[in-house]
């Protein structure tokens, strides 16, 4: 990163603080470990939270080989000659990363836990060695898959230990994990994770506005409660300010289980999704909990690019660069499918919201333009397929009368002559 950039980094830091303050008052947030923190007030009954994947993976093993098919649909080298996240700090919100992965280690940065001891470098579960790979993992010889954002650094916050009783997480754990994050002035925090009651909660939403108004870009996976087809908010995805990400299939469909509502940003692949696991290797495995690091990861590389966006530019410019169901979005799938190379090849001028298409460019295919007169090859054309039609039911008609003649005199009886010798009709 040039100085300029370090710049612009520094002022985009600034004004993070200042934002924090604003929402804070004078109550800063401070840098101790959990059992300093303040828990941020979250009701009489904090809600509790699970992680938004539908799949586990086996531990350690060996890599898979191929690209896996959400890579091979974006040109990477083309994507990385634009920009590769160097510089810029993702937070991940989650059960943790596993340090032995040796394709996501060297992208880790600090990191701390708020239901263990183990500095938010293990994870017991894989859920958050898997979603920080889906960002930033590095190349590796022995495999096709690596990160969206193979520079960038990776922040492990453990707010949860998954099941386990003495270690799991809830709605307090995860708004102290982001007011973490923010003390520390990292540019993008993930969220893969959801409220199980579907029920906003005041303390997760004060935490999560701390980190909208310190001009952090939330992203935040919508949840797998979608295969019924109902349209219903999730939370924290649906929280104002936030960029809430489906999932979707090969075929830029919305994922069966994707949870479906107005408050759907973006999809991101989400099926079979390949990433690092614990103990090193790799797995597949479906959630929007790999969409929406899918979008941080686009979201780390426009980071770096444009160091002098703020957050709600960057989502601008990720919605309207999005391969679109129509010419706005939809309960399906937001504004569309992420076009990571589209999002940094565009306009260098940001916007600070998505716009509709206009209805000429609605849908996906342009329908071929009609002409009021035929030329004369149509015309000849028509003509040939006239004849030819005209031929064809000739032949048949002329081929089933000769059929019937024959059938006819098959079917006529046997008559005798005058010397009483019987002669047939037949042919």
Not at 326 to 350: F, H, K, N, R, S
Request: glycine residues 12%; negative net charge.
């Amino acid at each position: 990163m040039g100085v300029n950039q370090h710049r612009l980094r520094s002022t985009r830091s600034v004004q993070r603080a200042f934002g924090v303050f604003a929402v804070l008052g004078l109550c800063a947030v401070g840098t101790a470990g959990p059992a300093a923190a303040a828990r941020p007030a979250s009701g009489a009954h904090p809600a509790d939270v699970r992680l938004s994947s539908t799949s586990e993976c086996k531990f350690g093993g060996k890599n898979i080989k191929s690209t896996p098919w959400s890579l091979q649909k974006v040109l990477l080298d083309e994507l990385w000659d634009q920009a590769t996240g160097e510089g810029v700090v993702v937070a991940v919100v989650d059960t943790g990363v596993d340090a032995d992965n040796p394709q996501i280690s060297p992208a880790l940065t600090g990191g701390e836990d708020f239901v263990g001891k183990t500095g938010g470098t293990e994870d017991q579960v894989g859920h958050g060695t898997r979603v920080a790979g889906i960002i930033a993992a590095r190349e590796a010889d022995d495999t096709g898959f690596s990160g969206l954002a193979k520079a960038a650094k990776i922040m492990p916050l453990r707010y949860t230990g998954g099941d386990d009783p003495d270690q799991k997480g809830d709605s307090g754990t995860m708004s102290e994990a982001i007011d973490h994050a923010v003390s520390k002035g990292v540019d993008i925090i993930n969220i893969s994770s959801d409220t199980a009651d579907k029920k906003p909660n005041t303390g997760l939403e004060a935490a999560v506005a701390r980190a909208v108004a310190a001009d952090i870009l939330v992203v935040v996976a919508a949840g797998n409660d979608g295969t019924d087809g109902k349209l219903e908010k999730t939370y924290p995805a649906a929280y104002p300010g936030v960029l809430a990400v489906g999932a979707s299939d090969r075929n830029n469909e919305r994922a069966e289980f994707s949870q479906k509502g107005r408050f759907v940003d973006l999809a991101a692949p989400g099926v079979g999704m390949v990433s690092t696991v614990p103990n090193g290797g790799q797995c597949t495995a479906d959630g929007t909990s790999f969409a929406a690091p899918y979008v941080a990861g686009v979201a780390a590389l426009m980071v770096e690019k444009y160091p002098e966006w703020d957050s709600q530019q960057i989502a601008a410019r990720l919605k309207q660069t999005a391969d679109r169901p129509g010419a706005g979005p939809d309960t399906q799938i937001g504004w569309g499918v992420v076009e990571p190379v589209a999002a940094l090849t565009g306009p260098d001028e940001p916007q600070s919201e998505a716009v509709p298409d206009k209805p000429e460019q609605v849908g996906h295919v342009n329908p071929m333009k009609l002409t009021v007169e035929e030329t004369p090859q149509e015309r000849a054309e028509r003509l040939a397929v006239y004849v030819f039609a005209t031929g064809t039911v000739l032949a048949l008609l002329i081929g089933g009368g000769a059929i019937a003649v024959r059938d006819h005199r098959r079917k006529q009886p046997a008559t005798a002559d005058s010397t009483g010798t019987t002669t047939s009709t037949r042919n």
